[in-house]
């Protein structure tokens, strides 16, 4: 019996153990620009935080920081964020912005324009359809972007980039 018990601390403090390094390879801190008043952007922050990120909030909206990473107009949201090198604009998934990280594509980051109903932090009851960015180059449009990924209803996500196709991040901030 007593060897037994012996057995289950020593499994339990192993899977611990292994549990504790597995999300400490996720984490990351995220630099997140938005307006103070904002509260889809803090919902989408609660998000980030619940999944292991570390979010230090600049309250002084993010156009600066939008431009500064070279993501236009035309793919903004409310907020940026900025992580291991990349910008992620508006309200991408968690998921996406993890299998970016573990990716390391050659690219800007990812982006959800807009601000589309059901995304995260965008939980209003509606849900449209809407995509995932991967801006390769700064400055990139909308018809340059490639699809990352596909949300809303009757999408599958089906479209992410080929893993294959890595190198590092190309966000270089001044």
């Not at 909308?142 to 991040?169: L, M, V």
Request: glycine share 10%; with cysteine; hydrophobic share 35%.
């Amino acid at each position: 019996m007593k060897k037994q018990l012996n057995k289950f601390f020593t499994r339990s403090l192993l899977t611990i153990a292994l549990t504790g390094v597995a999300s400490t390879a996720v984490a990351a801190t995220m630099e997140v620009y938005k307006s103070p008043t904002c509260g889809c952007c803090a919902k989408w922050v609660d998000i980030m935080r619940d999944n292991g990120f570390t979010v230090n909030i600049h309250d002084v909206g993010n156009d600066n920081a939008r431009v500064e990473a070279g993501i236009s107009t035309e793919l903004g949201s409310c907020h940026t964020a900025l992580v291991n090198g990349y910008a992620i604009e508006g309200h991408v998934p968690v998921d996406d912005i993890k299998q970016l990280l573990k990716e390391r594509p050659r690219a800007v980051g990812l982006s959800a324009p807009g601000m589309p109903h059901g995304s995260p932090g965008m939980e209003t009851g509606r849900v449209d359809t809407y995509n995932v960015l991967l801006i390769r180059k700064p400055g990139d449009k909308r018809s340059a972007a490639e699809i990352y990924n596909r949300y809303g209803p009757g999408k599958s996500q089906t479209d992410k980039i080929p893993e294959n196709n890595t190198t590092k991040s190309i966000l270089r901030l001044k």
